[in-house]
């Protein structure tokens, strides 16, 4: 019989023994026909791979990967991506198809993200901050195209005391720094006049981080946000929307992120902190689960959060790193899943941190959290950078009122005949099963079966005389580098006795 819910996503909640379920490294696609092979109305597909690019800086790690969409011409002949490697500011460039980076000077910090917002006038400049200072690079439209990188005091420019955040927006730089307050530019300019800010008072908090969508302000602050709009007035340009104040705040600075005309963050008001929200208008939507809620809560620290989102296959995804393991919402099917590297044996959280889109190329690029590696996030690639990655999913609870059942069979539909031609691994890849007798507390030892090596699509993966128990979860995993696709899943079981 079809094994019902054995395609879904990680729900794990405070008691395993109510569920225990877990997708890592995979993540649901709805098949959009309303259901396909043996009514299954989903599938699971395999999360990207990692495949390096080019090695920025001594040791890393890596801070910011931005694409400052300055559009190519003939005084702008090569796309720039900037790259911060520990406290080492790059310019990246594609050269003959080789990634090649540019040292253009240091920063103050050595640790934590750096922001970035960047204009197309005068061939581009890009305003970097840290939190302690503001950087400037600059590209002069001379017969040299002259560039420049340094503090804005080594330009002249005034600065924005201590900015943890900046943005472009109708032609004005907006600058916070933890204070209730925000800065904003001249307009077309880089000039901050000291008297051009404004404070968020709604509530006494402090703003603590800053996006824009659809030409509004989000003033994320520590209890409560506030939505700025431009008015046009000469003054200064911006004034709080009609009603644009919402009494829900922000946790995790850094974990901000937007796509598709929404944001999202880790929340926290008066009463608490640790829901997830995505926002579009004054009313935001709660989109994380208790079972996401439950493992937020037994990290250590969530306001070291960093976020980012990115669409792939139709897929628009919100990615969120902890110290502890890395949450992804997906928007297109409302589930989460988590992503995780293999490091020795262990499942840790995913290498990837700082995210941008390079249009010309197409492609993802990310940074490497922990050293100096910058990667694509590549549907095409099966491992991190040649390290395994470990695909699993564990199913939700197989039980009969707590009677004794009988395990005879149990049946993976996966996409068979993806072995590897040679004699490296995945020429015969291998699916490992184990199972939990007790609620998920302990486990049994792993049973191996093929997947079917190259050219034999007819395959199955099948385990059989699995025995017997009241209560049971399996878990299917692979680090097989080859394309993993996971159908469903049959079983087949017997009444015992009570």
């Known amino acids: 019989m079809k094994f019902l819910g054995f395609i879904g996503p990680s729900y794990t909640l405070q008691s395993i023994n109510v569920d225990a379920q877990r997708c890592v490294n995979w993540y649901p696609e709805i098949n959009e026909m309303g259901k396909g092979k043996g009514d299954e109305i989903a599938s699971l597909v395999p999360t990207p791979g990692l495949l390096k690019l080019a090695e920025v800086g001594a040791l890393g790690p890596i801070r910011l990967v931005h694409y400052d969409g300055t559009p190519k011409n003939q005084d702008n002949p090569v796309t720039r991506i900037f790259v911060i490697s520990a406290n080492e500011v790059y310019k990246v460039e594609v050269i003959a198809g080789v990634w090649t980076p540019t040292l253009l000077g240091t920063i103050e910090t050595s640790s934590g993200p750096v922001i970035a917002a960047s204009s197309n006038v005068d061939l581009g400049n890009t305003v970097f901050v840290d939190g302690v200072n503001t950087y400037l690079y600059k590209k002069v439209n001379t017969p040299s195209l002259l560039e420049s990188f340094g503090t804005?005091?080594?330009?002249?420019?005034?600065?924005?005391?201590?900015?943890?955040?900046?943005?472009?927006?109708?032609?004005?730089?907006?600058?916070?720094?933890?204070t209730n307050q925000f800065f904003v530019s001249d307009v077309l300019s880089l000039n901050i006049d000291p008297l051009s800010f404004a404070s968020a008072e709604g509530d006494p908090d402090n703003i603590v981080s800053l996006m824009t969508n659809r030409r509004d302000i989000w003033l994320l602050g520590e209890r409560t946000t506030e939505l700025w709009v431009n008015t046009g007035n000469a003054d200064f340009p911006f004034e709080r929307a009609s009603g644009g104040f919402i009494e829900k705040g922000c946790a995790a600075k850094y974990s901000v992120a937007k796509i598709d005309n929404m944001i999202f963050w880790i929340g926290r008001d008066a009463s608490g902190q640790g829901i997830v929200y995505a926002g579009q208008g004054l009313n935001p939507e709660r989109i994380s689960t208790f079972a996401v809620e439950y493992a937020f809560s037994t990290y250590q620290n969530i306001t070291t959060a960093v976020g980012y989102t990115y669409q792939s296959r139709g897929h628009s995804?919100?990615?969120?790193?902890?110290?502890?393991?890395?949450?992804?919402?997906?928007?297109?099917?409302?589930?989460?899943?988590?992503?995780?590297?293999?490091?020795?044996?262990?499942?840790?959280?995913?290498?990837?941190?700082?995210?941008?889109?390079?249009?010309?190329?197409?492609?993802?690029?990310?940074?490497?959290?922990?050293?100096?590696?910058?990667?694509?996030?590549?549907?095409?690639?099966?491992?991190?950078?040649?390290?395994?990655?470990?695909?699993?999913?564990?199913?939700?609870?197989?039980?009969?009122?707590?009677?004794?059942?009988?395990?005879?069979?149990?049946?993976?539909?996966?996409?068979?005949?993806v072995g590897l031609d040679g004699i490296t691994q995945g020429t015969d890849p291998q699916m490992m099963l184990r199972f939990s007798d007790d609620g998920g507390h302990t486990w049994s030892n792993e049973k191996w079966?093929?997947?079917?090596?190259?050219?034999?699509?007819?395959d199955r993966a099948i385990w059989r005389r699995l025995g017997r128990s009241r209560d049971r979860v399996y878990e299917v995993s692979s680090t097989d580098p080859v394309k993993r696709v996971l159908i469903g899943a049959e079983i087949e079981v017997e009444g015992g006795v009570s």
């Open 152 to 178: 804005f005091t080594s330009f002249s420019l005034p600065v924005v005391e201590k900015a943890t955040h900046v943005k472009y927006q109708d032609g004005y730089y907006i600058y916070t720094n933890e």
């Open 317 to 417: 995804f919100y990615v969120l790193n902890f110290d502890e393991g890395t949450w992804v919402f997906d928007l297109t099917t409302r589930l989460w899943h988590e992503r995780s590297y293999l490091n020795d044996g262990l499942m840790e959280r995913h290498r990837s941190q700082f995210h941008t889109f390079i249009p010309e190329f197409g492609i993802h690029l990310v940074g490497d959290y922990a050293d100096n590696r910058i990667y694509e996030l590549s549907n095409t690639t099966y491992t991190d950078d040649l390290n395994p990655i470990r695909c699993l999913r564990r199913s939700p609870h197989i039980s009969n009122g707590l009677k004794e059942v009988f395990h005879s069979k149990l049946q993976i539909d996966i996409q068979p005949g």
């Open 449 to 458: 079966t093929s997947m079917g090596k190259i050219g034999r699509t007819k």
